[in-house]
């Protein structure tokens, strides 16, 4: 685990499994290694990115605080595969938000994912493996063919989930992503 946080700390990115498939990740305050991920993928930024941690308090620096109510709501739903948009503390790194308010945030129930960002010390960005637009890579070996030596493939065993992560919004309740 030395050589991932060392590997985090100088901008690399990584593939990982989760729930339902590979995700990409870094160290979320490292613009430039955001980028690198944005390049990989062809994605745009305007579209903001999830974080994935594995407890609450590695994402409170990126989020305004919630109400009770808001804590009970996301407490109901995690850990799991369930992403909720909130908004965003004022020094939230725009990288992260894209053109949007609020950002993008789950307590991961995968034991291998929750490790990564225990191990770390910090929540992962957490982007499905793919091309934009395309399918989600779900085993190490799709993941080294689609990102060669870019990417820091770590190995492991998606979870049992079919689909994505529901999106679900604080705020307004709407779910974005079912």
Same mark, same amino acid.
């Given at each position: 685990? %030395?050589?991932?946080?060392?590997?985090?700390?100088?901008?690399?990115?990584? &593939?990982?499994? #989760?729930?339902?498939?590979? +995700?990409?990740?870094?160290?979320? %305050? =490292?613009?430039? !290694?955001? $980028?690198?991920?944005?390049?990989? $993928?062809?994605?745009?930024?305007?579209?903001?990115?999830?974080?994935? &941690? &594995?407890?609450? %308090?590695?994402?409170?620096?990126?989020?305004?605080?919630?109400?009770?109510? *808001? *804590?009970?709501?996301?407490?109901? #739903?995690?850990? +799991?595969?369930?992403?909720?948009?909130?908004?965003? !503390?004022?020094?939230?790194? !725009?990288?992260?938000?894209?053109?949007?308010?609020?950002? /993008?945030?789950?307590?991961? /129930?995968?034991?291998?994912?929750?490790?990564?960002?225990?191990?770390?010390?910090? &929540?992962?960005?957490?982007?499905?493996? =793919?091309?934009?637009?395309? $399918?989600?890579? %779900?085993? #190490?070996?799709?993941?080294?063919?689609?990102?060669?030596?870019?990417?820091?493939?770590?190995? +492991?065993?998606?979870? $049992? *989930?079919?689909?994505?992560? #529901?999106? *679900?919004?604080?705020?307004?309740?709407?779910?974005?992503?079912?």
């Amino acid at each position: 685990m %030395r050589a991932l946080r060392q590997h985090l700390k100088n901008g690399g990115v990584i &593939a990982y499994p #989760t729930e339902s498939c590979f +995700g990409l990740g870094c160290d979320p %305050r =490292n613009r430039d !290694a955001v $980028k690198k991920i944005l390049r990989l $993928k062809k994605r745009p930024q305007a579209k903001g990115l999830i974080l994935v &941690a &594995a407890h609450v %308090r590695q994402l409170r620096p990126y989020l305004k605080p919630l109400s009770p109510e *808001q *804590q009970q709501r996301t407490q109901s #739903t995690w850990p +799991g595969p369930h992403t909720w948009l909130i908004p965003a !503390a004022a020094n939230c790194p !725009a990288w992260l938000t894209g053109k949007h308010h609020s950002i /993008a945030v789950r307590i991961t /129930a995968h034991r291998v994912a929750a490790q990564l960002c225990r191990e770390a010390g910090m &929540a992962l960005v957490s982007t499905s493996a =793919n091309m934009s637009g395309g $399918k989600a890579s %779900r085993t #190490t070996r799709e993941c080294a063919r689609l990102f060669g030596s870019r990417v820091m493939v770590l190995p +492991g065993i998606i979870g $049992k *989930q079919r689909k994505p992560s #529901t999106i *679900q919004d604080i705020v307004s309740g709407k779910v974005i992503r079912a």
